[in-house]
């Protein structure tokens, strides 16, 4: 199947400072990328929806100026997370739809000391 | 608004036990109906999937049945072994897609 990777898989950071998330699509190319949120214990939260060339859709209660998605091109969407505190600590993850079926990147786990 | 809901783990079992992981659903329309699993260290993959009500979907000796008059779509094996043990999510693609909160399984030897 198709392939979706993250990098880093995991980040430590500090209060206050921005950290960047990558999800890129191997094999084939995605108009559309989707960025969730993993509590522990939780299910997975969608936070948006990421359109390569045009602006991003975000979940209702998701801060667009704290999480900045950039998708300008086919294969790569990114997700920053601007001036993060402590409780933006999860686990992030994203996907992609080839054809019907959607791929999951294997996720990156950020913690904010 | 479409929800999942599934049976809170963790699950223990022993190896060869039968599993049953219950997930019941709400949603307008006819959504299709997936289970997704999450080994360690890594993203979610589909193990099997149903677009319509009686459909079966199954894979690697996995099974779950559509069944619209209950709402539900339980996952089932028959005999599990240890490399089953994984965080199972059961979900939905009504408008969007909808999980459920994850039921951690372990396969004890």
């Known amino acids: 199947g198709a392939v979706v990777s993250q990098h880093p898989s995991w980040v430590i950071c500090k209060s206050g400072t921005s950290v960047k998330i990558e999800c890129r699509s191997l094999d084939f190319q995605a108009t559309t990328m989707f960025w969730y949120r993993q509590f522990p214990k939780q299910s997975l939260m969608l936070m948006a929806t990421s359109n390569e060339g045009s602006k991003a859709t975000y979940e209702q209660g998701v801060e667009k100026d704290k999480f900045l998605i950039n998708h300008a091109s086919l294969t790569l969407s990114t997700l920053t997370v601007t001036s993060a505190h402590p409780e933006d600590s999860s686990f992030y993850i994203c996907s992609a739809y080839q054809g019907s079926e959607q791929f999951f990147g294997p996720g990156t786990r950020l913690t904010v000391l | 608004g479409d929800s999942v809901t599934q049976m809170e783990g963790p699950v223990t079992l022993s190896e060869e036990a039968f599993l049953t992981i219950n997930c019941t659903y709400t949603?307008?329309?006819?959504?299709?109906l997936f289970w997704y699993v999450q080994y360690p260290g890594e993203g979610l993959q589909l193990l099997l999937k149903?677009?319509?009500?009686?459909d079966k979907g199954s894979n690697k000796g996995f099974e779950a049945t559509y069944r619209k008059e209950t709402t539900s779509f339980h996952l089932e094996k028959g005999s599990v072994q240890v490399s089953d043990s994984a965080v199972y999510f059961c979900?939905?693609?009504?408008?969007?897609?909808?999980f459920g909160a994850g039921t951690r399984l372990t396969v004890k030897p």
């Open positions: 149903a677009t319509k009500a009686d």
């Open positions: 979900a939905l693609r009504g408008n969007d897609m909808r």
């Open positions: 949603a307008t329309g006819y959504p299709s």
